[in-house]
């Protein structure tokens, strides 16, 4: 990524009040260290928004501690890093093996270390309490055809006895990367809107959006270059712009602050009731947000794809028990309103968004296919409207794409 393209990237996740990149780092090289500096020189130039490493040690293996150490050092001075309680923060991803060089890292660059330990879970977390100030969660997707609940947070937050728990929240997750032998999904659908509803419920001390930019795993929200897609993912990530899953980012994460009581939050890369109505003064614009897959689970090839990833033990689903044919549409409004999802020439779905504020729904494609138009409805007048692409069984090559297209209109109005 250029400056420039690092500037642009910040100021949209400052528009949808993200504070924050967390930036995985890996492998050790030159690469690398070109990318990091031209991340904290943008984040520097633009201010007002805060970076963090997290150093991975799946990608590359163990970091060799004095390059930690190094890396720390050298950017924890910059005025964007981001710092918890007068300390600069630190993160891993996995790096378990390397548990032991730690009291040696923290000694020497004074890190508050909160590390992204979930192959140890909850129970094992608790064996490294010499080392740890905190633990963010990986596990952000339900297992098989359930929705995600707060079983698993519960627990780390439980198992962390008042040390600070980074919560995970993540929009999707499709990935077909046969060099790398990765070919599952697990359930999106819902996640987007009721992960964040649990977020405002629990209130953790941090959130950590995954992810910003991985299109391999098509869990991204921010811009899509095309330089940045891994090898054999275009085929499901070109033209799948997942932007406007930070349209309503602003209020989902002021609600949780504002609840929270604090603005020293960060997000990355920062099931509940059908509605929430902001508990503090609002001016917005009143929209929909929407996202689904264009093909039907059965209107072509899975591609191999498997729902659930067998590899970590999980019991191998059909992909379309797990990620259901159906329309997600969530709408911001200023006053109880009519919604309806017209599927091609069929007759619209009417739904009722009962309270000021975001109201979230699913409408399924019962064999319906054709161009999706959404309507916030009042007082018999279209208030907002938008429409996605066609639904349909004409799939490119045959094979069903499980990536979700995602979309949003908007129109002014002010409470």
Same mark, same amino acid.
């Given at each position: ?12 996740? !400052? ?10 780092? $890996? ?20 201010? &007002? ?12 293996? *163990? ?5 930690? @150490?190094?890396?720390?050092? +050298? ?34 660059? $004074? ?19 010499? #080392? ?9 997707? *339900? ?31 499709? %990935?077909?990367?046969? +060099?790398?032998?990765? =070919? ?12 964040? +509803? ?8 941090? #959130? ?34 997942? /932007? ?17 009581? %604090? &603005? ?29 897959? %264009?093909? *039907? ?10 729902? =659930?990833?067998?590899?970590?033990? !999980? ?8 990620? !259901? ?17 017209? @599927? ?14 975001? &109201? ?6 019962? $064999? +319906? ?13 279209? @208030? ?6 066609? @639904?349909?069984?004409?799939?490119? /090559?045959?094979?069903?794409?499980? &990536? ?9 109005? %002010?409470?």
């Amino acid at each position: 990524m250029t400056p420039e393209q690092w500037e642009s990237d910040i100021t949209e996740a !400052q528009k949808a009040h993200i504070d924050g990149f967390a930036l995985n780092v $890996g492998p050790q090289d030159s690469y690398t260290d070109d990318v990091v500096h031209k991340a904290f020189a943008a984040a520097e130039k633009l201010g &007002n928004f805060s970076l963090f490493l997290s150093f991975d040690y799946g990608t590359g293996g *163990p970091w060799p501690v004095d390059r930690v @150490i190094n890396m720390v050092n +050298q950017y924890k001075c910059s005025s964007a890093h981001f710092y918890y309680h007068g300390k600069p923060l630190v993160s891993t991803f996995e790096g378990t093996q390397s548990v032991d060089d730690w009291p040696r890292i923290k000694d020497a660059t $004074g890190c508050v270390f909160i590390p992204t330990w979930t192959s140890l879970g909850p129970s094992g977390i608790t064996n490294t309490f010499h #080392v740890v100030d905190g633990a963010f969660s990986w596990d952000a997707w *339900p297992v098989g055809a359930d929705d995600k609940d707060t079983t698993s947070d519960e627990a780390w937050v439980k198992a962390l006895a008042g040390r600070p728990y980074m919560m995970p929240v993540s929009p999707w997750f499709y %990935t077909n990367l046969p +060099q790398r032998q990765k =070919n599952w999904l697990w359930r999106g659908d819902d996640l987007w809107h009721y992960r964040w +509803q649990q977020i405002m419920e629990m209130q953790p001390a941090f #959130v950590q959006i995954i992810s910003w930019n991985d299109y391999g795993e098509t869990h991204y929200i921010g811009p899509i270059y095309e330089p940045g897609i891994p090898e054999g993912a275009a085929h499901y990530v070109s033209n799948h712009s997942h /932007d406007a899953w930070r349209e309503l980012l602003p209020h989902y994460i002021d609600v949780y602050k504002t609840r929270n009581g %604090t &603005n020293a939050t960060t997000t990355h890369r920062m099931a509940g009731t059908n509605a929430y109505s902001p508990k503090y003064p609002v001016s917005y614009e009143e929209k929909i947000s929407y996202w689904y897959r %264009t093909n *039907p689970s059965t209107s072509g090839s899975s591609s191999g794809t498997t729902g =659930n990833n067998p590899a970590m033990g !999980q019991k191998e689903l059909n992909p379309g028990q797990v990620s !259901q044919d159906r329309v997600f549409v969530t709408v911001l409004v200023t006053a109880p309103s009519g919604v309806q999802v017209q @599927i091609g020439d069929h007759a619209p779905t009417v739904l009722r968004a009962c309270t000021a504020g975001i &109201n979230h729904f699913s409408i399924p494609f019962n $064999g +319906q296919t054709g161009p999706v138009k959404m309507a916030i409805m009042r007082d018999g007048h279209e @208030i907002v409207t938008t429409t996605g692409p066609a @639904i349909t069984d004409q799939c490119v /090559d045959g094979k069903v794409n499980w &990536n979700a297209v995602v979309g949003s209109s908007n129109g002014t109005h %002010t409470a």
